[in-house]
């Protein structure tokens, strides 16, 4: 008998000291969470509990809650009394002024309010990881993105004045009419393709601009910090940056055009190959960034990710600079951990590409012809920044059915 309850007492602390371990590992700094996919444990090492404070810290916990009792896993928005969670992104919308309040990240209040000045509130509504706020004549829309890069975009069809009311602790500065704004170990960037004028004053930033886009995005909380996210803000400026695409668990994925008449498709998705269809009205060279996670695709230390692009092996080159400043169509990327990957690529030109990203073997020959589709063809519409992003879950069936068999 006594042996059995040494046994018992040994088994129960062996138990306690995993604890700290697997919630680390598992739902991430809020707990609770359900997302084993795109973020849920890195988050947990960016910014500790110090650093959830306020509404948007209220609002994450709940909205785990929810998510976890209802089965929600990976991006998009569920819904309650006004508010909206996601995986990543919280928030409100005021029904009298269309105005966004209490804005967090991963629970991080970042902004107490966005506010579109005369703008006529109409309605709000939500497609997987996209909520769409738009006023009554159409002349002004807000986008906010359920995903790792935590993306707003605002429309406009004619002047308006845009500002962000930052939260206690939040900090913004401008270089070469870029906004940085920065709240602990977050990072975030805003932009406007059209400004008139930009000012920072008692804890707001205005935007005065003509018709166009100002674009929120942060540096992905899932992947390695870098410093080629300021450059790629400065690229939509000059409307070169063309889109990005999120892949997570249960094969949800978030796609953003960021240039006008960008075009991005998935065609087909397995653990060892991605394949996308790319084309732009503009022939010009576009940069499309990529975060992928290994619940999606899966890859080990011994195999390597190449991107082709028609088929081709793509040039890749070995630090974003050097993408910034190539002339042919290229890519680099970069690993964490052998759990997720951060890539972007630079095509030259631009009618229908076919581009595939391929886990391979050091010594795998390139394909010779893409794979068949494997799922439904999801495609993002051809306007400036305004996304599909459409995690099904049926994709994510078929997806665990396929890794089963």
Sequence with gaps: MKRLIKMTAFLLAVVMLAVPVFGQMGGGMMGGGTDGGMGSGTGSGMMGSDMMRGKAKDMMNRGNEMRSTQGMMGMGFMHSQGSSYGNYVTFSVDNNTGAVMDYGILGVTIFDSIKVAGFNFKDSTTMGALTRIINRDGSSVIQLHDNPAAVINIGTKASATITFDLADGVNASKEDNIVRIEAGNLTAF???????????????????SGRGNAVFRAVPVNMPADGMHQRFMGEMMRNRAGAEVSIGVSDKYSIINYSEGMNVMIRSMDRNRMSMTI??????????????DNSSMMWNQRQRVRLYLDNKPMRQVMTAEELYDARESSFWLTMSGGNRMQAMMYIANFSERVVDVVVEEESTPAPTSTEAPVKTPVSTPAAPGFEVALGLLGAGVAYRLRRKS
């Design 190 to 208: 805003i932009v406007s393709t059209n400004a008139t004028s930009i000012n920072i004053t008692a804890g707001e930033v205005r935007f005065e």
């Design 279 to 292: 084309n732009s009205t503009d022939p010009s060279g576009k940069f499309i960034i990529m975060n992928l």
